[in-house]
């Protein structure tokens, strides 16, 4: 069974590296360039792993995980953070799986998915 992926960035290089990132690793990834396509998608399907930037326009990371926290808490525990700007990310460091900052090795972005997906 193939295992899913979210990869939830604005930037679409960003999106492509992830995605064929993830693909090498087994998983089938899909893509969004903001939040409310990022929620939308995991409403309506179900994700193994779930890499979010937290800078985006419409609808931000941290919104993201706001409602996540509300709606459907048990999915934070494989959501993984990757942003640009790492200290921001420590009010809700404790709430997600990992915390990555860019620019990342994809040796890192491995480790995490690891980490927060079972092997990868």
């Known amino acids: 069974m193939t295992r899913s992926a979210l990869v939830v960035d ?37 994700f193994d792993i779930v890499l979010l930037d937290l800078m985006m326009p419409i609808l931000d990371g941290f919104s993201v995980i706001e409602r996540l926290r509300n709606d459907r808490p048990e999915i934070l525990r494989h959501v993984i953070l990757i942003t640009a700007y790492p200290n921001h990310a420590n009010e809700v460091r404790n709430v997600v799986c990992n915390v990555i900052a860019k620019p990342f090795y994809p040796e890192t972005v491995i480790e995490a998915v690891s980490l927060c997906a079972g092997s990868a």
Do not use: H, M, N, Y
């Open 10 to 46: 604005d930037d679409p290089s960003i999106q492509i590296l992830l995605s064929k990132l993830l693909e090498r690793l087994g998983f089938s990834a899909q893509a969004a360039s903001d939040g409310v396509e990022a929620l939308a998608k995991i409403e309506t399907s179900a």
